[in-house]
């Protein structure tokens, strides 16, 4: 091993071999999952039910035996299936292993160019991950002071647009005309994360057929609880999606293993089973919502399952860290402009019963 120089030694956490890259990174961290105790975890937003009885059903039935072959690199079934029900083509449908490696891709194949990408200043996290790996320019846009999102604050020049929708963390959704509007005046590629749009938004998968500059992603992991089989797909014009074919194909062109495609289909195929659960959740969320402003918290509006909100009199961090002593895992965020928000997942009726009454408790 080579002899480091002070400077470089006392750095810690670095080492020479490193590309320029890796050193430059600013890696995503995701929600805690910590290991030491039984938690409430109502800080990832995962779904609190489990997945399909069909899903679970798909996979003891898989025939282990083809697990020596490689699987359909293209997930053919699966998208054919998911083209049926969003009433799009089979071209029109990219999957890939979680839509955080869709969204990676997307960043790869379709946002350097020079002129910065466009996403609200409070957003999913991982973009400005994304632009540090793929050395891509970006702007935030303030959301407005309500946290919503102005579109006409987007009609500069740039190399791509996205943001979640709902928007992550704040719960908030952008109306489907608002959208249209933007990808109209637009000349560049729009991404609208879907990730929460089943939990009470309207999805803009059906605007892929007139703009060819709209890409739609969603994910199995939330609304369809699979977050644990990785998930994800993008819908759009067949030469975006024919774009992103092009990278996975030059990167790994077997992001989906076989049982997920299996277990996948069953979850596309029971349609009831990933609304009725839908809807519990939502049920939960006016619950918590009431519950919670009788506490005397402002809640945003949401459409996700999980909602932001804050407290006029306790601090965010402060409820966060007793909220964590007495067993209950909610998100805070130490960042400008929502340092005093808690971002707390919809679980079931019964969490949400023990977080209501733990925050009594606190808040006493
Ligand atoms: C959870 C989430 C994703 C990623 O989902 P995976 O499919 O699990 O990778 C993408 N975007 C947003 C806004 C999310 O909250």
């Keep these: 091993m080579a002899i480091l120089p002070f400077a470089i030694q006392i750095a810690g956490n670095m080492s020479q071999y490193w590309t320029e890259t890796v050193h430059k990174l600013d890696p995503y961290i995701p929600g805690e999952q910590p290991q030491d105790q039984q938690y409430i975890k109502l800080n990832t937003n995962e779904n609190p039910y489990p997945p399909s009885p069909q899903v679970i059903a798909a996979i003891d ?64 996290s991982f973009y400005p991950v994304y632009c540090g790996l793929y050395d891509i320019s970006y702007q935030t ?18 190399g791509g647009i996205i943001f979640p929708n709902p928007n992550a963390p704040t719960s908030r959704l952008l109306a489907l005309d608002q959208i249209e509007v933007l990808c109209e005046k637009n000349a560049s590629v729009v991404i609208v994360d879907e990730a929460y749009i089943d939990f009470g938004g309207e999805s803009a998968i059906a605007l892929t057929h ?25 819908v759009g ?16 062109s077997y992001p989906v293993d076989a049982i997920a495609q299996a277990a996948a289909l069953a979850s596309v195929k029971d349609q009831t089973y990933m609304s009725d659960c839908c809807d519990r959740i939502i049920k939960t969320r006016n619950d918590l919502t009431k519950a919670l402003l009788k506490l005397g918290f402002e809640v945003l509006p949401s459409a996700a399952n999980f909602i932001f909100v804050q407290h006029p009199q306790y601090s965010a961090e402060s409820l966060y860290l007793s909220l964590k002593d007495r067993g209950v895992l ?25 977080l209501i009454t733990t ?6």
């Design 210 to 234: 007139r703009f060819d500059n709209l890409l739609v992603t969603q994910t199995f992991s939330k609304s369809r609880s699979l977050a644990g089989l990785r998930l994800g797909y993008a």
């Design 330 to 354: 909610v998100r805070y965020f130490n960042k400008p402009r929502i340092d005093n928000y808690l971002r707390i997942t919809v679980g079931t009726d019964s969490e949400i019963a023990t």
């Design 359 to 364: 925050l009594s408790h606190i808040l006493d």
């Design 141 to 158: 846009i303030p959301l407005t002071s309500d946290f919503s999102i102005n579109i006409n604050d987007y009609f500069i020049d740039n």
């Design 237 to 252: 014009h067949a030469d975006l999606i024919e774009g992103l074919n092009r990278i996975k194909n030059s990167f790994n």
């Design 61 to 124: 039935q898989f025939d282990m035996d083809r697990l020596k072959l490689y699987p359909d690199p293209e997930s053919t079934v699966l998208r054919q299936e998911l083209a049926r029900h969003f009433d799009v083509g089979s071209d029109n449908i990219f999957m890939g292993n979680g839509s955080d490696e869709v969204l990676a891709h997307c960043f790869q194949a379709f946002f350097k160019h020079g002129k910065p990408l466009l996403f609200p200043d409070i957003s999913y």
